[in-house]
Structures are given as C-alpha cells and as structure tokens.
C-alpha cells in the first residue's frame, strides 16, 4: 500500500486492497488521533493532509489487518457493555454476541441493593475480564469472581478492573478449582472455548490464544469440565450459563439435563442463533473433586 497523502486517499486505499471500510476508518482515527470524533470527523476532513510518520504508521496498520490480525489488538482496546476495555494477543478479542450472555446473566441477578449484596457470581474464563466486569459495573453491590487459567490473561482483566475502578476478584487457575474454599455461587457464567480442534476457521483466528478456543474434538470438552464442577459450588436453584458454538445448543442442553440441571434454556444471538445456553441447578452444593 503506497503511503497516502490525505484522509480521503488512505481510505480508498486501503479499501481497494480489502480492508472493511468500518475497519479502515478506525484504523485511520486511530493514527490522528482522532477516536473522539469518531467516523463522521473523517467525513468533513477528508481533505485534510497526513504526515509521513502518519501516513506509513497506517500502511502498516492496515497491512497488519489484511494479515486477520484483530481491529481491537491494533488499537490496543474494545469497547463491550459501555466499558473500554485493554485488550492484547494475551485475550480473545470481545465479540458483540457476547452481550447476549450478559444480558442474560443481568436477567437472573437481582437490582435491588439488599438483595444485589447477597448475589455471589463468578465469570469462568475472564479473558479480558469482559463479562465479569460488565456485570460488576451493571449491579455494584454484587461479589463478582473472575477465573482465568492464564496468568497472562488475569493481568490484563486485573489492570481493566483497576483502571475502571470495578471490585471484580480475580482467582488463577482451571474453571471452579481455584474456588473450592469459596461459598457457593448464585450464578456462574462462562464464555468458554468451543471450537472443534480440527475446525478450518481457527486458521482465520490465528492471532488469538489458541487455547481460549479450541476445545477438543467436538469442541465441548470443556463446556463439559464447568457442567461437572459447577454443581458443586452452586446454592440450589442457581443458574450456570454459557456461551457456545452456533451449532452447539442441542448438545450443550443435553448435558446440563444429564447433570441434573433443569429449566434449561437458549438466548439467541444479534443474527438469531442459540449462542447460549443454561440450567438451574435442582440438588444441594456439594465438595468440589
């Protein structure tokens, strides 16, 4: 991509070569330092002159993103739920769909203050701390938990929680493990990895942790590993919810029922797909093994 000399020129540049034109424009706002005034300053200063540092900064950009490297790691951040969030190749980049998983979670906690201060939940999985601090910000009075195998991962979601002053607590290690002294939960949420080991788009996803999205042969070893803890460390009648695979509702419903979850229900997506699932849980909290 030839180094362009005005606003208008490197947007239609980097368009011609392929790039969205959504991710153009940010790319570019990004450069002028402009991510305030958003598209529409663009549109009235389409004339306006680049730098040279300006104009190879987003060449580079844009050749980073032709390569299927994520908007958010170029910019550094992503917005989710009304909160900005820092993101890197250490976290899955927070996908829109995602909301739904929250807004269903948000259905389930109480609003009330006496009643927000007794809801105890935990975000397996934090990543970025997305879910986990999109719940804390929405209902303050809730003890929030988020669990990340990744150290790599919890520092990223810790420095999220400092820099939006959210009093999410964060704890290392696999799923519900890490909480086995903990009291039990009114809730546990999970956006974990479903996608099959073999699935030809993880290819398009190869700058993000390989490990927050492959989950074996069918994608539901560890959707399996969260319904087989989490009976454990749930009060009765609270709720474990996930995220999954478009395809994957059916079957993620079947083991809930299987674990003795019922109740079990789908909350669908922006483009109407079952993107998740969840149970109630019917028996007593028991050891976590």
């Known amino acids: 991509m030839p180094n362009p000399t005005i606003v208008k020129e490197a947007l239609q540049q980097a368009q011609a ?20 005034g958003g598209r529409a300053w663009l ?36 917005e989710f739920y009304g909160l900005d969030l820092a993101v890197d190749a250490r ?45 804390q910000s929405q209902r303050p009075g809730a003890t929030v938990w988020a669990v990340d195998a990744s150290a790599d991962a919890l520092a990223v979601a810790s420095a999220n929680a400092t820099r939006l002053q959210l009093g999410v607590q ?25 996608i099959r080991d073999d699935d030809p788009h993880l290819q398009a996803l190869a700058h993000e942790p390989l490990s927050a999205l492959a989950s074996g042969a069918d994608g539901l070893v560890d959707i399996r590993a969260i319904i087989t803890q989490a009976p454990a460390l749930l009060v009765r009648g609270g709720w474990l919810l996930m995220e999954h ?16 979850f019922g109740d079990v229900q789908h909350r669908h997506d922006l ?16 050891a976590l093994t």
């Not at 483009?271 to 028991?286: E, H, K, L, Y």
Request: charged fraction near 15%.
């Open 43 to 78: 549109l009235t200063h389409d004339e306006d002159m680049l730098t040279a540092p300006q104009a190879e900064a987003y060449a580079t950009l844009c050749a980073r993103r032709l390569g299927t490297e994520p908007v958010a790691y170029l910019l550094g951040h992503k």
């Open 170 to 194: 964060f704890a290392h290690g696999s799923w519900l493990q890490p909480l086995a002294g903990q009291a039990p939960f009114d809730l546990i949420v999970s956006n974990p990895p479903y």
């Open 245 to 260: 695979g478009w395809d994957q509702a059916d079957a993620v419903a079947a083991l809930l029922r299987h674990a003795g």
């Open 17 to 36: 070569l392929g790039l969205a034109r959504i991710d153009a424009q940010m790319l570019l706002l990004h450069v002028l330092g402009r991510q305030s």
């Open 271 to 286: 483009g109407g797909i079952a993107r998740c699932t969840g149970g109630q849980w019917q028996g007593q909290a028991s």
């Open 91 to 135: 976290v899955l980049d927070p996908r829109p769909d995602t909301e739904t998983l929250v807004d269903w979670a948000l259905e389930l906690m109480p609003a009330q203050s006496q009643a927000a201060r007794a809801c105890r939940v935990v975000d397996l999985g934090t990543g970025s701390g997305a879910i986990a601090l999109a719940l």
